[in-house]
Structures are given as structure tokens and as C-alpha cells.
């Protein structure tokens, strides 16, 4: 083997303390040249590991904070969405709430007339215009429910002031609702009012003696007549001018077949003369309700209803509540 040759190598010998054989190998020296540069890689390898896995690890608590703040503003967000949908669903109850005031404001008007328009147009229209003001102010983002995971693009301020936002919006939709069903108890309590004030001709025909004093068609003095007479056919259905409880209905010496009824509200009725009664004492009756039947029973001169209204105990014109 030649020199150069020799130098291409690196020899190494075993030699045992006891007799024996040497053992003697050689490796090339570009072997052992590439084995200490990867053993070099290897070590450079090792500690960029460990440095970056304790820059990782002081992270660690700042990522534990920030998933905790994620978890805890998506909780946050979901409530806003549930506490939206409650929102939602009082404006749906508070539409159905503003009908039932439109229908009765409706149904009063045409009772009521001009004082009951007006009303209408003051109030109702004022309501409906605030709701819907309301009704705006209900965050959209608040109100998409299962909208996708946090992005963290929601701060905690800006949830803060959505949730303090649909909290005074809930509070004005409370306040909202609670007019509403008192202008609603109102406008039924004046319906009742109204369906139980006597206000309509108790029977169709011509009216041949009014309220006041009247020469008597059967003794010619000057008399005080309570109410008023309409001539008709006999048989003319006679109807109740108001809604209440029947707390007469036989035979009244003078008035023949007679009705009365009590409508509350200090009301009673008197109808007179007829040739039939349909009603008995105790029966709830409605406005418009046939009752009698015209006819001529008692001190009559001829087929009327003698109509009387009575308030608080006094007769006063049936005129002013026909």
C-alpha cells in the first residue's frame, strides 16, 4: 500500500491486557469527517430545541388566558343571542298585544265617534312608532344565534355595551308592554261601557209622545210623561238599547207587559206595553237583543213601546242616549 494511500485512513488497534490476539481496523477519513458533522447538526438540532420549547412554554400562560377569555366571551355572546331572541319574542307578544288595542281603538271608534278617533290618533300611532323604535335598537349581530365560533373580534367593552343596550331595550319593552295592557283594560273597560250604555232605538216606528210634560190622552190634564212612545206594528220586534241582566219581566199595572233592565253603570231601561216578553229575570242580554214584541197591553191607546231610561235612579230624556 502506498503512502498516500496509508494517509486516506485512520487505523485503530485493540490490544487485550492478556495475550492474544491484536485486533486492528482502519476507517476512511471522510467517514469520520461526515460522522462529526452530523454529530455537529445533531447537537446544533438539540439546542435550538430546547430553546425554542422554553420560548413555547413561556407562552403557555398567555394562551391559557386568552382560551379562557375566548371561552368566556363566547358564553357571553350566546346569552346575548338568547336574551335577543326573549327580545324578539316580546316584540312578536307585543304585536299581537297592539292589534288587540287596534281592534278595540277600532271597534270604540265606531261606538264612540269623533272622541274615539282622535284617540286612536293620539296615542296609538304615538305606541306603535315608539316600538318600532325599539325595535331597531335590538343589535343585529346580538340576533344571530349559532352565527360561528368566536373570532375574538368582539372586545369585552363592546360586549359590555351590547349587553347593556338589550338590557335598558328589555326594560323599556317591560314598561312598553305594561301601557300597553293598561290602555288595553281601559279601552275593554269602556267597551263595556259603551256595549252597556243604552244608545240605540229600542224598536224601528215613529215617535208620537216625547219625554216631559204632555196633555194625558185618557184624562186630558197636563201630565208628566218619563218617557217616550214609538208606534209601530204590533208584533215590532222590541230590542235591548244596551247590554245587562233582565230584573223584570211580567205584568205592571199601568205599563201592561213590561221589561226592565239593569245595564250597571247607574243605566236601567223600561220598555212598556208589549204584546209578548222573550226574556226572563236573570237573563244577561246584549245590546240589540230582541227582548219583546210591540203590542198594546196595559193603558194603551193604540200598538207602541213606552220607553224609559233611568239614571242613577232618575228618569231622565231616552232623547239624549238614542
Same mark, same amino acid.
Given at each position: 500500500?502506498? $503512502?498516500?494511500?496509508?494517509?486516506?485512513?485512520?487505523?485503530?488497534?485493540?490490544?487485550?491486557?492478556? *495475550?492474544?490476539?491484536?485486533?486492528?481496523?482502519?476507517?476512511?477519513?471522510?467517514?469520520? %469527517?461526515?460522522?462529526?458533522?452530523?454529530?455537529?447538526?445533531?447537537?446544533?438540532?438539540?439546542?435550538? $430545541?430546547?430553546?425554542?420549547?422554553?420560548? @413555547?412554554?413561556?407562552?403557555?400562560?398567555?394562551?391559557?388566558?386568552?382560551? &379562557?377569555?375566548?371561552?368566556?366571551?363566547?358564553?357571553?355572546?350566546?346569552?346575548?343571542?338568547?336574551?335577543? $331572541?326573549?327580545?324578539?319574542?316580546?316584540?312578536?307578544?307585543?304585536?299581537?298585544?297592539?292589534?288587540? @288595542?287596534?281592534?278595540?281603538?277600532?271597534?270604540?271608534? %265606531?261606538?264612540?265617534?269623533? !272622541?274615539?278617533?282622535?284617540?286612536?290618533?293620539?296615542?296609538?300611532?304615538?305606541?306603535?312608532?315608539?316600538?318600532?323604535?325599539?325595535?331597531? %335598537? @335590538?343589535? &343585529?349581530?346580538?340576533?344571530?344565534?349559532? +352565527?360561528?365560533?368566536?373570532?375574538? *373580534? *368582539?372586545?369585552?367593552?363592546?360586549?359590555?355595551?351590547?349587553?347593556?343596550?338589550?338590557?335598558?331595550?328589555?326594560?323599556?319593552?317591560?314598561?312598553?308592554?305594561?301601557?300597553?295592557? !293598561?290602555?288595553?283594560?281601559? /279601552?275593554?273597560?269602556?267597551?263595556?261601557?259603551?256595549?252597556?250604555?243604552?244608545?240605540?232605538?229600542?224598536?224601528?216606528?215613529?215617535?208620537?209622545?216625547?219625554?216631559?210634560?204632555?196633555?194625558?190622552?185618557?184624562? +186630558?190634564?197636563? *201630565?208628566?210623561?218619563?218617557?217616550?212612545?214609538?208606534?209601530?206594528?204590533?208584533? $215590532?220586534?222590541?230590542?235591548?238599547? +244596551?247590554?245587562?241582566?233582565?230584573?223584570?219581566?211580567?205584568?205592571?199595572?199601568?205599563?201592561?207587559?213590561?221589561?226592565?233592565?239593569?245595564?250597571?253603570?247607574?243605566?236601567?231601561? /223600561?220598555?212598556?206595553?208589549?204584546?209578548?216578553?222573550?226574556?226572563?229575570?236573570?237573563?244577561?242580554?246584549?245590546?240589540? %237583543?230582541?227582548?219583546?214584541?210591540?203590542?198594546?197591553?196595559?193603558?194603551?191607546?193604540?200598538?207602541?213601546?213606552?220607553?224609559?231610561?233611568?239614571?242613577?235612579?232618575?228618569?231622565?230624556?231616552?232623547?239624549?242616549?238614542?
Amino acid at each position: 500500500m502506498s $503512502t498516500k494511500e496509508k494517509k486516506g485512513y485512520f487505523t485503530f488497534m485493540i490490544i487485550p491486557h492478556s *495475550e492474544g490476539a491484536v485486533y486492528r481496523f482502519r476507517i476512511p477519513r471522510f467517514l469520520l %469527517q461526515v460522522c462529526g458533522f452530523l454529530l455537529t447538526l445533531t447537537l446544533l438540532y438539540i439546542g435550538y $430545541t430546547y430553546w425554542d420549547y422554553g420560548r @413555547v412554554k413561556s407562552y403557555l400562560p398567555e394562551l391559557y388566558q386568552l382560551r &379562557e377569555t375566548s371561552k368566556r366571551q363566547q358564553v357571553q355572546i350566546e346569552n346575548l343571542a338568547d336574551q335577543a $331572541t326573549e327580545l324578539q319574542e316580546k316584540l312578536s307578544e307585543l304585536d299581537e298585544l297592539e292589534l288587540k @288595542v287596534r281592534e278595540l281603538l277600532d271597534s270604540t271608534a %265606531q261606538k264612540e265617534g269623533r !272622541e274615539a278617533v282622535e284617540l286612536a290618533s293620539r296615542g296609538g300611532d304615538r305606541d306603535v312608532s315608539r316600538k318600532t323604535t325599539l325595535a331597531a %335598537q @335590538v343589535p &343585529e349581530a346580538a340576533l344571530a344565534r349559532g +352565527g360561528g365560533d368566536y373570532n375574538g *373580534e *368582539e372586545s369585552p367593552a363592546q360586549l359590555a355595551a351590547v349587553a347593556e343596550s338589550l338590557n335598558t331595550i328589555e326594560m323599556q319593552l317591560d314598561t312598553y308592554r305594561e301601557n300597553l295592557e !293598561e290602555m288595553l283594560t281601559s /279601552l275593554e273597560e269602556r267597551q263595556a261601557y259603551l256595549e252597556a250604555k243604552p244608545s240605540i232605538w229600542p224598536a224601528r216606528g215613529r215617535i208620537t209622545s216625547r219625554y216631559g210634560y204632555r196633555r194625558s190622552p185618557f184624562s +186630558g190634564r197636563r *201630565e208628566f210623561h218619563q218617557g217616550i212612545d214609538i208606534a209601530g206594528p204590533r208584533g $215590532t220586534p222590541v230590542v235591548a238599547t +244596551g247590554s245587562g241582566v233582565v230584573t223584570y219581566a211580567g205584568w205592571r199595572s199601568g205599563y201592561g207587559r213590561v221589561v226592565i233592565i239593569d245595564h250597571g253603570y247607574g243605566f236601567k231601561t /223600561l220598555y212598556g206595553h208589549n204584546d209578548s216578553i222573550k226574556v226572563k229575570v236573570g237573563q244577561r242580554v246584549s245590546k240589540g %237583543q230582541v227582548i219583546a214584541y210591540m203590542g198594546s197591553t196595559g193603558r194603551s191607546t193604540g200598538p207602541h213601546v213606552h220607553y224609559e231610561v233611568h239614571v242613577n235612579g232618575s228618569p231622565t230624556n231616552p232623547a239624549n242616549y238614542m
